[in-house]
C-alpha cells in the first residue's frame, strides 16, 4: 500500500476529519455518505464490513441506522478516533472496530450482506486482490470507489504527499469481472476535484456543487468526473 507510514501516523489521525470535512469539504462528506446509503439500501439489521474504515465517518453513520457494522483498518490511530467517535454517539458497545488486512480478511465466505471501500483503492497497489477478498467474504453488495485518470485529479495527484492511482473504467470493468462480481450502477462525480471544494467556504460550495452537477450530467462531464462509485453484486 502507498503512504503506510503517513496514513498511520498519530498527527494524520487526529487532523483528518478536520482538514478534509471542513469548509466546503462538508459537502463532500455528504456526498460521500449518500452514495453510501443509495448503495446498501436499508442496513437494519444487517451484517455489513466496512474496509479502510479509517476514523469511523461511515461506520458510526450505518451503526445509528440500525446495522451490525464491523470497521476494519491498518491504522491503530485511525481506528482510535473511530473508537472515540463510536463512544461520543453512544455506540461503542454495538459497533466493533478491528485492525486487519485488507487483502487477507479474517472472515468466512459470505459471512457479510454488504462489503464497501471509501478512500480506499486509490491507495491500493494490489486491487484485484483487495477487491476478490471484498467479494469472497459479502453475500450481496459490494461498493467502493475510484479515482479518475481522465480528469483534474491528475494535476491534484501530484501534490499528494503519497500519490494516488487513478483508473478507467476499463480497468475498473476488468476488476469487477476478475472478482466474479456484477456491476449494477456506476455513479460519476466532483468535476472540481477535492481540494478545490476542501479550499472554500462552505456557503461557496454549494453554488459550486450546483454548476458541477450541470456538468457532470453529460457524456463529457462524466469522462471529467474525479471519482467514480461502483455498486456491485456477488
Not at 436499508?42 to 466496512?50: A, I, K, M, T
Not at 478507467?168 to 470493468?173: A, D, F, L
Request: aromatic share 12%; glycine share 8%; hydrophobic share 40%.
Amino acid at each position: 500500500m502507498k503512504g503506510q507510514e503517513w496514513y498511520q501516523a498519530d498527527s494524520v489521525a487526529e487532523e483528518y476529519d478536520d482538514k478534509r470535512f471542513s469548509k466546503g469539504g462538508r459537502l463532500i462528506d455528504r456526498r460521500e455518505k449518500r452514495a453510501v446509503l443509495e448503495a446498501l439500501g436499508p442496513v437494519e439489521d444487517e451484517r455489513v464490513l466496512e474496509i479502510a474504515c479509517g476514523t469511523g465517518r461511515f461506520t458510526v453513520m450505518l451503526a445509528e441506522r440500525g446495522a451490525d457494522i464491523v470497521g476494519l483498518d491498518i491504522s491503530d490511530a485511525m481506528l482510535a478516533q473511530g473508537r472515540e467517535k463510536a463512544r461520543r454517539a453512544g455506540l461503542e458497545s454495538t459497533v466493533e472496530f478491528m485492525r486487519g488486512d485488507a487483502a487477507r480478511l479474517p472472515f468466512p465466505d459470505d459471512h457479510f450482506d454488504a462489503v464497501f471501500a471509501m478512500r480506499f483503492f486509490h491507495l491500493a497497489d494490489t486491487p484485484a486482490k483487495f477487491l476478490a477478498e471484498m467479494a469472497r467474504v459479502s453475500k450481496d453488495v459490494v461498493f467502493f470507489d475510484t479515482f479518475r485518470g481522465s480528469s483534474f485529479r491528475v494535476l491534484y495527484n501530484w501534490a499528494l504527499p503519497m500519490g494516488s492511482r487513478l483508473y478507467g473504467r476499463e480497468e475498473v470493468e476488468r476488476l469487477i469481472d476478475g472478482a466474479g462480481l456484477r456491476l449494477r450502477r456506476a455513479d460519476h462525480d466532483f468535476v472540481f476535484p477535492y481540494g478545490f471544494y476542501r479550499e472554500v467556504p462552505n456557503a461557496v460550495a454549494d453554488p459550486f456543487w450546483s454548476l458541477d452537477g450541470a456538468v457532470g450530467s453529460n457524456a463529457l462531464g462524466e469522462k471529467l468526473s474525479s471519482v467514480s462509485y461502483w455498486t456491485t453484486e456477488v
